[in-house]
């Protein structure tokens, strides 16, 4: 800007209308850019916490699975022991 010095720095009401909307222009760049940024990185916080999640999630199926293997092991003996006490019942009551 013309007539602007490190020392004197003109005003807004010394601006011509041309200068002010370069100012206002600039003004508004700079806090769109702002605003941008601090978008940029939320969304990159966003995208780290749910990578962490989901790794917890994987860890937590895992866990439920190996669980759920384990009960239908311990279910499937149950029901054997279930039928052999109930063979040797069938086997007392014909006797």
Known sequence: MQGDTPIHRKTFLEMTDEEQ???IKQLQD????SV???LEVKEAKRHVTLEKLNKKLETKLKAF???NEQCE???????QKA????MLKLEIDLS
């Not at 700079?30 to 850019?33: E, V």
């Not at 092991?73 to 029901?79: I, P, T």
């Not at 039928?83 to 109930?86: F, G, P, T, V």
């Open 73 to 79: 092991k311990v279910l499937e003996k149950l029901a």
């Open 30 to 33: 700079r806090r769109l850019k």
């Open 65 to 67: 699975e190996k669980c």
């Open 36 to 38: 941008n940024d601090y």
């Open 21 to 23: 909307i370069v100012f």
């Open 83 to 86: 039928n052999e006490l109930k």
